[in-house]
């Protein structure tokens, strides 16, 4: 279920994720950029990994940070891509480690939110 947002009715902690997923495709000149919030607050931070070898998407590899790093949960979830949508392989790392409700906010390169929908 889609459920379209403006900014005011984001949180600060919300609002944080999607600028650290924003900057973290600008800065590494990506196609998406991402951010998790896990169970104690915790923020990890990743762009797209593209290597012969090794394909994961922003928000796989900021998933896969947070499990790496000992989370337990995620909270919420951020990607900013040129997509228009959260596929459904991103929403299913979320999903794994955060559970169906866990609330996955997918923005534009110019940070304003298109969509928020839930991992499940």
């Known amino acids: 279920m889609t459920l379209h947002r403006e900014h005011g009715d984001l949180g600060a902690e919300d609002l944080k994720i999607i600028t650290l997923a924003r900057s973290a495709r600008a800065r590494n000149g990506v196609p998406e950029g991402a951010a998790v919030r896990d169970e104690t607050g915790r923020t990890y931070v990743a762009g797209t990994v593209d290597l012969e070898s090794l394909k994961l998407s922003a928000l796989q590899t900021a998933v ?30 979320v999903r794994d480690l955060g559970g169906p409700q866990t609330p996955v906010l997918l923005a534009g390169p110019d940070g304003q939110l298109r969509a928020a929908v839930t991992a499940g």
């Open 64 to 93: 896969a940070m947070a499990v790496a790093s000992g989370a337990e949960s995620l909270e919420a979830a951020a990607v900013v891509s040129t997509a228009e949508a959260a596929s459904d392989a991103d929403r299913a790392a």
